[in-house]
């Protein structure tokens, strides 16, 4: 698995990116660079700021510039801006889309400290997909090599279940952000999805929805909150407060996915198959 971090930094290239767009006259930008680096909420001003949007929404180029978990926080938080400045947000429901008056709850959620940048983070870290070929006890002296994948469930609670308690934590992280992942930034594809088992010992790829993405997800971001590792890497309260508030946080991923991202999240997040 990754190696997983509290609060994402931002690179040099990063930093020099973001003083350019939102500052470009500045007459000191080392000395923005080091703000954005030591205050968060200079942080969250510039890199929310609307040219800096702009640019990476027009840059065809721009992850050639900009590390992706700056282009996740970027847009993030630009549609924290826009929520914040909206009645409701939309569900689709078969053909129909139903307003839900429910933006307060999700923007109160995206201004908690460490939220977006852990989302940001996590979207990052969606945009490339690691497989791993496990040995599995099949019966008395017999041994199958089983190909998993970390952006499959299945193939992680297979993972899981055979990992030492420490290694455990990064398996209940990555389970719970599948689900939100999927039911966020692809909610047709939890709506639609049929069953597909797989063969291999012990593992059926079952159909979920969007319901069952939300059960798994608070459940796995609950074990990963009560592992001693959480508290090590100062995530216990933001796995906390996604579990608590699943609903909430898969609807900024939603709204990035139709509002900025439209056909480009098949390019940047690959064969999706959550």
Known sequence: MDAITARPGLTETDLAFVVGQAAPDSSNPSRLADLIREDPDFRKAMIGDEKVLDRVLSDEEVFLKVSPALFFEVLLRGAFKEMEASTHTVERSGRSSIPVFDTSEVTSLLRRDGIIEYLADMLASFTRIRSYTVPVRVRQGVRRRVRYNDMDVDSLLGLCANAGEHERFGFYKRIA???????????????????????????????????????????????????????????????????????????PLTFIASRYLHSKRRHLFGAHGG
């Open 177 to 251: 952000d599948v689900c939100l992942f999927t039911s966020g930034m692809f909610p047709s594809y939890a709506r639609s999805q049929l069953a597909a088992p797989q063969r291999g010992p012990g593992r059926i790829r079952r159909r979920r929805s969007i319901e069952d993405y939300e059960t798994e997800g608070c459940r796995f971001y609950r074990l990963a909150e009560e592992h001693p590792t959480a508290s090590l890497m100062g995530l216990t309260g933001v796995f906390g407060l996604l579990r608590e508030r699943f609903t909430s946080a898969r609807k």
